[in-house]
């Protein structure tokens, strides 16, 4: 079955840099654009990035703009996201998810698969 | 880019139906037909349920319908079911490109 799972996650001080992970199965990965989106704690759902399904395309929220990236493997069926700079307002669960479609603006960013989520947290 | 403007909470008795309203503006919910909506229980992943506005994914009950007027999409939950008891966020596109959610409504089932 379609499945994500992300890992990566821990506790971070202010300042460091981490790597989230998200491995893909069951579906053809280079087929579909991904989304990463967070959530804080207690808090409501707020959307980080997307990357298309070839990786040439990719947007960011204005809040991590510049401070985190976006990226795929599709040879190994993972996406990535590398955050640097990290502040204490980053703290959240990070999930991984899928578009309906190989163009993510054909189905208006929808996502239609989830991953568990891995939790980040930046504290000293 | 501001948030949807979602009620923190809605409720109703099984069997009942409710509805759950999600505010944007001319620039996202008023601008595109591409408002999702999702369904999120306590310590879960959110659960699609709803895309361009009122279609369904295949495995959604049609318990569950989703509309538009103008600048406000909502989510209409008939014959309220325990199980629905959850949160449920909307988000819509937005020029940028962009994705806006909304802050959620806890649904409660009486």
């Known amino acids: 079955q379609v499945q994500l799972v992300e890992s990566g996650g821990g506790v971070v001080q202010p300042e460091r840099s981490l790597r989230l992970s998200c491995a893909a199965s069951g579906f053809i990965f280079n087929n579909y654009g991904m989304h990463w989106v967070r959530q804080a704690p207690g808090k409501g759902l707020e959307w980080v990035a997307i990357i298309s399904y070839d990786g040439t395309k990719k947007f960011y929220a204005d809040s991590v703009k510049g401070r985190f990236t976006i990226s795929r493997d599709n040879s190994n069926n993972r996406l990535y996201l590398e955050m640097s700079s990290l502040r204490t307002e980053d703290t959240a669960v990070y999930y991984c998810?899928?578009?309906?479609?190989?163009?993510?603006?054909?189905?208006?960013?929808?996502?239609?698969?989830w991953g568990q989520g891995t939790t980040v947290t930046v504290s000293s | 880019q501001s948030a949807l403007t979602q009620p923190p909470s809605a409720s109703g008795s099984p069997g009942q139906s409710v509805t759950i309203s999600c505010t944007g503006t001319n620039s996202d919910v008023g601008a595109y037909n591409y408002v999702s909506w999702y369904q999120q229980h306590p310590g879960k992943a959110p659960k699609f349920i709803i895309y361009?506005?009122?279609k369904r994914p295949s495995g959604v009950p049609d318990r569950f319908s989703g509309s538009k007027s103008g600048n406000t999409a909502s989510l209409t939950v008939s014959g309220l079911q325990a199980e629905d008891e959850a949160d449920y966020y909307c988000?819509?596109?937005?020029?940028?490109?962009?994705?806006?959610f909304g802050g959620g409504t806890k649904l409660t089932v009486l």
């Open positions: 998810a899928k578009c309906p479609t190989l163009s993510c603006y054909s189905s208006g960013y929808a996502l239609d698969v």
């Open positions: 988000s819509s596109y937005a020029a940028g490109p962009n994705l806006v």
């Open positions: 361009e506005v009122n």
